[in-house]
């Protein structure tokens, strides 16, 4: 079984999602990618997710990867006396660290302290996802008072977000530590880290998890923007994660931001995740807005390794057939004659590395001799992810003997990962990628592959070897 497209689908999983049966026919429908969201449920039920997510990758003996997205440091208000109030354009309201008494009209406890030592006369806050703002005309270590520039109905417990501010909170709080520590032992292959605003974020939650762990760094606050080829650099894929980034930067700066994501994950050679309200309305219809089929398909056009699905698949009333809606868009985008025409115009020279000299030279010969298929003999899955970077027309399999290589492969664009046994010689992974070629149906006895691995055998980053064969 092999999907016909080439951009991936991540769908997260909820309430509506979560039994067996569902998530087979999710699987059936396009996902690969499967995305834990640990703002919501307890272990126990992420536990079951994942046992049932394996059972259906044991059912279809296809890797399937998982995406455990970790909650971060979410900043939030208290709680009201009568559970909401009306803030009105003009008025004063006081945010402060006393917990112990519900807020009123007036004011509002912000129980993270770390908070008031960036508060300052003229800085923005936004509540309840940009739906109130306000602006700070005096602050102190505890407190500030500000003036209500967009007023309305807040009530308990709504978000904060504090654009143009970096915000001295560590990027992982003590709830993400033991869930990073529960999706690292039950084989979650992929870690979400929400709120990154530098790279050293993730260098701290790798020197929690080690340096096996694959890090999706999620860029929702504009100093990730700022710094953003550290962050690339650092990460091991990325997400533009629009929700939270369209609430802290104006709305017509995300489209242009995500492109410029997108180009430049494409340039380092880092899976990059497009997400956020791609099928919206069908949390709650059957059929998508037009706007929403050109959004998908933008991203598509784009490059971008993956698409994303949220509270359409997780508590939507249409997950199947939103899955099934954005395959559809996906494929038919990429049949577009004018969709490799833009991957190619969008193309950028690699790196001057040995592994991205064998990827872009694969490229180069599949297109010359018309190859059938790329096939990239991997352990790590880094010169998949090579080949893949060249956005080439040829399909790509990664051949790999690691289960956990071919569920992180899952993400990545392009690549049809098999899992295949350890080859002690050239001539035997030659003949096993010509087998596995024609056996996933990307080629026909007489036709070219082009293969890349790296020798010695079993050494992860060595990808210096490329091989011409024909099917025999």
Same mark, same amino acid.
């Given at each position: 079984?092999?999907?016909?497209?080439?951009?991936?689908?991540?769908?997260?999983?909820?309430?509506?999602?979560?039994?067996? &049966?569902?998530?087979?026919?999710?699987? !059936?429908?396009?996902?690969?990618?499967?995305?834990?969201?640990?703002?919501?449920? %307890?272990?126990?039920?992420?536990? =079951?997710?994942? %046992?049932?997510?394996?059972?259906?990758? %044991?059912?279809?003996?296809?890797?399937?990867?998982?995406?455990?997205?970790? /909650?971060?440091?979410?900043?939030?208000?208290?709680?009201?006396?009568?559970?909401?109030?009306?803030?009105?354009? #003009? &008025?004063?309201?006081?945010?402060?660290?006393? /917990?112990?008494?519900?807020?009123?009209?007036?004011?509002?406890?912000?129980?993270?302290?770390?908070?008031?030592?960036?508060?300052?006369?003229?800085?923005?806050?936004?509540?309840?996802?940009?739906?109130?703002?306000?602006?700070?005309?005096?602050?102190?270590?505890?407190?500030?008072?500000?003036?209500?520039?967009?007023?309305?109905?807040?009530?308990?417990?709504?978000?904060? %977000?504090?654009?143009?501010?970096?915000?001295?909170?560590?990027?992982?709080?003590?709830? !993400?530590?033991?869930?990073?520590?529960?999706?690292?032992?039950? #084989?979650?292959?992929?870690?979400?880290?929400?709120?990154? /605003?530098?790279?050293?974020?993730?260098?701290?939650?790798?020197?929690?998890?080690?340096?096996?762990?694959?890090?999706?760094?999620?860029?929702?606050?504009?100093?990730?923007?700022?710094?953003?080829?550290?962050?690339?650099?650092?990460?091991?894929?990325?997400?533009?994660?629009?929700?939270?980034?369209?609430?802290?930067?104006?709305?017509?700066?995300?489209?242009?931001?995500?492109?410029?994501?997108?180009?430049?994950?494409?340039?380092? #050679?880092?899976?990059?995740?497009?997400?956020?309200?791609?099928?919206?309305?069908?949390?709650?219809?059957?059929?998508?807005?037009?706007?929403?089929?050109?959004?998908?398909?933008?991203?598509?056009?784009?490059?971008?390794?993956?698409?994303?699905?949220?509270?359409?698949?997780?508590?939507?009333?249409?997950?199947?057939?939103?899955?099934?809606?954005?395959?559809?868009?996906?494929?038919?985008?990429?049949?577009?004659?004018?969709?490799?025409?833009?991957? !190619?115009?969008?193309?950028?020279?690699?790196?001057?590395?040995?592994?991205?000299?064998?990827?872009?030279?694969?490229?180069?010969?599949?297109?010359?001799?018309?190859?059938?298929?790329?096939?990239?003999?991997?352990?790590?899955?880094?010169?998949?992810?090579?080949?893949?970077?060249? *956005?080439?027309?040829?399909?790509?399999?990664?051949?790999?003997?690691? /289960?956990?290589?071919? *569920?992180?492969?899952?993400?990545?664009?392009?690549?049809?990962?098999?899992?295949?046994?350890?080859?002690?010689?050239?001539?035997?992974?030659?003949?096993?990628?010509? =087998?596995?070629?024609?056996?996933? #149906?990307?080629?026909?006895?007489?036709?070219?592959?082009?293969?890349?691995?790296?020798?010695?055998?079993?050494?992860?980053?060595?990808?210096?070897?490329?091989?011409?064969?024909?099917?025999?």
């Amino acid at each position: 079984m092999r999907r016909q497209r080439k951009t991936k689908i991540v769908a997260t999983v909820g309430p509506a999602s979560s039994t067996a &049966e569902t998530l087979r026919q999710l699987f !059936d429908a396009g996902v690969d990618v499967f995305r834990l969201n640990f703002s919501h449920g %307890n272990h126990a039920d992420h536990l =079951d997710r994942i %046992n049932a997510i394996r059972a259906v990758e %044991n059912e279809t003996k296809r890797p399937i990867g998982i995406l455990a997205d970790l /909650q971060g440091p979410k900043l939030r208000i208290g709680r009201f006396a009568s559970g909401s109030v009306q803030l009105a354009r #003009g &008025e004063h309201f006081v945010l402060d660290l006393n /917990q112990d008494e519900p807020g009123d009209r007036n004011r509002i406890s912000l129980p993270h302290p770390e908070l008031f030592s960036v508060l300052k006369p003229g800085l923005q806050i936004l509540l309840d996802d940009g739906k109130i703002q306000l602006e700070v005309e005096e602050a102190t270590g505890t407190r500030a008072v500000t003036r209500v520039t967009a007023g309305g109905t807040l009530s308990d417990r709504k978000g904060v %977000n504090l654009p143009g501010a970096i915000l001295p909170l560590s990027a992982i709080t003590e709830k !993400d530590r033991k869930d990073l520590e529960f999706a690292v032992e039950h #084989g979650a292959d992929w870690i979400a880290l929400s709120f990154v /605003q530098r790279a050293d974020d993730i260098r701290e939650v790798r020197g929690l998890a080690g340096p096996d762990v694959k890090i999706v760094a999620k860029l929702e606050k504009p100093a990730a923007i700022s710094d953003l080829e550290s962050i690339i650099a650092e990460a091991d894929a990325i997400m533009v994660a629009r929700g939270d980034l369209g609430v802290e930067m104006p709305p017509e700066l995300v489209p242009a931001i995500q492109k410029r994501i997108v180009r430049a994950c494409r340039r380092a #050679g880092k899976p990059v995740i497009v997400a956020t309200q791609m099928l919206e309305s069908m949390i709650n219809a059957p059929t998508p807005t037009r706007a929403e089929a050109s959004d998908v398909a933008t991203a598509v056009y784009d490059g971008a390794d993956a698409v994303m699905l949220s509270a359409e698949s997780a508590s939507g009333s249409y997950p199947v057939e939103a899955v099934t809606m954005m395959d559809r868009i996906i494929s038919r985008t990429e049949a577009d004659p004018y969709h490799h025409d833009v991957l !190619d115009a969008s193309h950028t020279e690699p790196d001057a590395t040995m592994a991205s000299a064998i990827g872009l030279a694969a490229r180069g010969v599949s297109e010359l001799l018309h190859a059938s298929a790329l096939v990239a003999y991997t352990s790590s899955g880094f010169s998949a992810i090579r080949m893949s970077r060249e *956005r080439c027309a040829t399909p790509v399999v990664g051949m790999t003997p690691s /289960q956990r290589t071919a *569920r992180l492969l899952a993400l990545v664009w392009g690549v049809h990962a098999v899992v295949v046994h350890e080859v002690d010689s050239v001539s035997e992974m030659t003949d096993y990628a010509c =087998d596995i070629a024609q056996e996933s #149906g990307y080629a026909q006895s007489g036709d070219t592959v082009v293969i890349s691995a790296g020798l010695p055998f079993r050494e992860p980053g060595t990808t210096n070897l490329l091989r011409i064969a024909r099917v025999p």
